[in-house]
């Protein structure tokens, strides 16, 4: 099921994002060039998956999403293009290709993240890509600013930095974690939620807690990756967190212990969504994708 409708979505997001990447003026063709090469060079699109996926679990039609899953992936975007500069991770591979400061320069990647960054929020603005009230398009733009800014994403982000050589105990990772990667994926699945339209309290009580136990195993699933795949397989630098001395949850936990934690944090994600219907069956899917994933 995971790979038809990861097909199908990533089809539907893709379309939506070509769109943003065309260039105003001849002046602006090469930031253009760079803005679009770091989001359509590949990636699997979960962001958008679950956006689109809490949307159909809720029972509207996953293109009511599209503002919302366009506005995930352009954050991840951006982030990404950021993290690789060689201030931060200085990584050259990403997603089996250069990275964007490799491929054009430095100057012109953070210029193309303070693009994208921009770029998400105008999106979910934007009346053709999301049709919802003015009221609902504000809390989501809140919900994404929260979610990318200093108090999510960024601030873990600058956790991490900060981590190197240093053996955080397990309370300490996951807050580190929670922050860096599990705020988009609660944003993603929260956004995808008020997309619909028809979202409770209840229901955006529910998905909160599986998009905290599925954003929190992505990262547990990927320090496992980063020990257990190869450099082609995952398109980036096999062993990149080992070589930097980065806190991981197998250097914590043991790999045997990281795995047993991943797979428990799938099954509080799947019990999170007992009280939905068989329409939240993608995010049962996504759920055990995450945690099955190879790369």
Do not use: W
């Amino acid at each position: 099921m995971i790979d038809a409708y990861q097909t199908s979505s990533q089809a539907r997001v893709n379309a939506a994002l070509e769109h943003l990447f065309v260039a105003p003026a001849p002046e602006l063709a090469r930031l253009y060039e760079a803005m679009r090469y770091s989001v359509m060079n590949g990636g699997k699109r979960v962001r958008p998956l679950l956006a689109y996926a809490a949307c159909e679990a809720l029972g509207v039609a996953p293109e009511r999403a599209n503002g919302a899953a366009c506005a995930v992936e352009l954050i991840h975007a951006y982030s990404l293009v950021h993290d690789d500069l060689p201030a931060m991770d200085d990584d050259d591979l990403r997603r089996g290709q250069p990275t964007t400061h490799k491929a054009f320069d430095e100057a012109c990647a953070i210029l193309a993240g303070d693009g994208l960054q921009s770029l998400a929020f105008s999106t979910l603005l934007d009346p053709q890509l999301n049709t919802l009230d003015a009221d609902t398009r504000l809390q989501m733009v809140s919900a994404l600013a929260l979610a990318a800014g200093p108090a999510g994403m960024v601030g873990g982000q600058a956790i991490d930095l900060g981590s190197v050589g240093i053996k955080l105990d397990r309370t300490a990772l996951e807050f580190m974690h929670r922050h860096k990667t599990g705020a988009l994926i609660e944003a993603s699945v929260q956004l995808g939620a008020l997309a619909s339209g028809r979202s409770t309290a209840a229901d955006l009580a529910a998905l909160n807690s599986y998009a905290r136990a599925i954003g929190l195993a992505f990262q547990v699933q990927d320090d496992i990756l980063d020990v257990e795949s190869d450099t082609a397989t995952l398109g980036k630098r096999q062993g990149a967190d080992i070589a930097r001395d980065k806190p991981t949850y197998p250097a914590l936990m043991g790999l045997e212990g990281a795995k047993d934690y991943a797979l428990e944090l799938r099954d509080q994600a799947l019990k999170a969504l007992q009280t939905f219907d068989t329409a939240a069956d993608p995010l049962r899917a996504l759920a055990r994708y995450i945690v099955d994933r190879r790369h």
